[in-house]
Structure formats: C-alpha cells, structure tokens
T-cell receptor, first 114, second 109 residues
Framework: DTGVSQNPRHKITKRGQNVTFRCDPISEHNRLYWYRQTLGQGPEFLTYFQNEAQLEKSRLLSDRFSAERPKGSFSTLEIQRTEQGDSAMYLC????????????FGSGTRLTVV | KNEVEQSPQNLTAQEGEFITINCSYSVGISALHWLQQHPGGGIVSLFMLSSGKKKHGRLIATINIQEKHSSLHITASHPRDSAVYICAVRASTGNQFYFGTGTSLTVIP
C-alpha cells in the first residue's frame, strides 16, 4: 500500500458541469476525510467518514456537494453545477480511529473551473 | 478569528539558519499536527503532538498545552526545506481539524 491516492491530479471544467473526484485511502484506515484548500489558505474541513458512515459535514458542504464511501473503502466527492468559486485543491486524508498513528494525506486534486 | 494562528506568514532564511515557526490555537485540542506542503500540493505529516517535544532529524516540535502554543524548529536549514508548513489541531470535541493558513518558508543557498 503506497499511501492515500487521489484521482485525478488535475481537473479543468467549465462552469455548470459536474465533476467527481476519487480518494483511495490506506487500506487499514477506516476514517477518511475530505478538505478543500484555496490559494494562500490552510485546508478547510468538508466531511469525514468512519467506514461507510458519513459522520460529520461542514457547513461549507453546500447542496451541490456530495460525498460517498459506499463500501467503506474508496470515497468519491461530487460537485454538481460547478462554480468558479469551487476552484481549489481538494485533499483527502485517512487515519485509524482516533488518529493515534497520525493522518496520511493524498496529493490532492486541483480543480479549476473556467 | 481563526481557531489556529500561525506566524510568520512568510519566512526567508539563509541556508544553515535556525528557523522557528509559531502556532497558537484557541480551542481545546486532543492533538496538534505539523504538516509540510510542497508546491505540487501534496501534504506530508511531520509531527503529531499532544504534549512535550518531538524530534525527527533536523526538525523539532514543541507544544505547551497551558499556553495553547506550539513551535516548529528547523536546525541547519537547507533549500530542500522550502515549503509551506501548516499547523493543524484536532478539536477535543468532535473530529474536526482546524488549520492555520501556513507559513511559506524559502531557504536560500
């Protein structure tokens, strides 16, 4: 297992289109987190899963955003009707419960909405 | 007001200098993380602290729970240390992380 994998690395889309990102966590990690990072800012929490259950969602996650982790392994983050303000780096991280051995981040998906 | 404040925002140092990055937070925490982010966006977790001090190579991280403050020190800095260093805290209630805006470090040869 080589760590947390995110795909695609880069995505350019036209405003109004839907996009979907994928995150494959470390296999034994049952917690998975999504963050969004805009230029010059630290990451902002979006949502997190424990196994397949989505336990917490940020107010940043508008109705256009949906995240799933159907089998408790990989997760997808979908943005519908993208807006230019959605342009950001979307980061995924995974951990064991309690994060006792730390968190592992993916390399992120950079979204540009034109 | 951000839950996590970092200083300085930008830092330029000569190779070999001792560097300190500071982090203050305002929430109760169960752990504090120092992260390193390179220009491509990938993030590496450097340290996870809940008390005291940790050392890894030329990196040292300290935390003072009473003062709600942490520092990241880099000894004998090197150009390859150039990156953005982010302080993140895990709130003691719930599982949310709060992130600082990062310190952009440039080490000049």
């Amino acid at each position: 297992d080589t760590g947390v994998s995110q795909n695609p690395r880069h995505k350019i889309t036209k405003r109004g289109q839907n996009v979907t990102f994928r995150c494959d966590p470390i296999s034994e990690h049952n917690r998975l987190y999504w963050y969004r990072q805009t230029l010059g800012q630290g990451p902002e929490f979006l949502t997190y899963f424990q196994n397949e259950a989505q336990l917490e969602k940020s107010r940043l996650l508008s109705d256009r955003f949906s995240a799933e982790r159907p089998k408790g392994s990989f997760s997808t983050l979908e943005i519908q009707r993208t807006e230019q303000g959605d342009s950001a780096m979307y980061l995924c991280a995974s951990s064991l419960p309690g994060g006792s051995r730390g968190y592992t981040f993916g390399s992120g998906t950079r979204l540009t909405v034109v | 007001k951000n839950e996590v404040e970092q200083s300085p925002q930008n830092l330029t140092a000569q190779e070999g200098e001792f560097i300190t990055i500071n982090c203050s937070y305002s929430v109760g925490i169960s752990a504090l993380h120092w992260l390193q982010q390179h220009p491509g966006g990938g993030i590496v977790s450097l340290f996870m602290l809940s008390s005291g001090k940790k050392k890894h190579g030329r990196l040292i991280a300290t935390i003072n729970i009473q003062e709600k403050h942490s520092s990241l020190h880099i000894t004998a800095s090197h150009p390859r240390d150039s990156a953005v260093y982010i302080c993140a805290v895990r709130a003691s209630t719930g599982n949310q992380f709060y992130f600082g805006t990062g310190t952009s470090l440039t080490v000049i040869p």
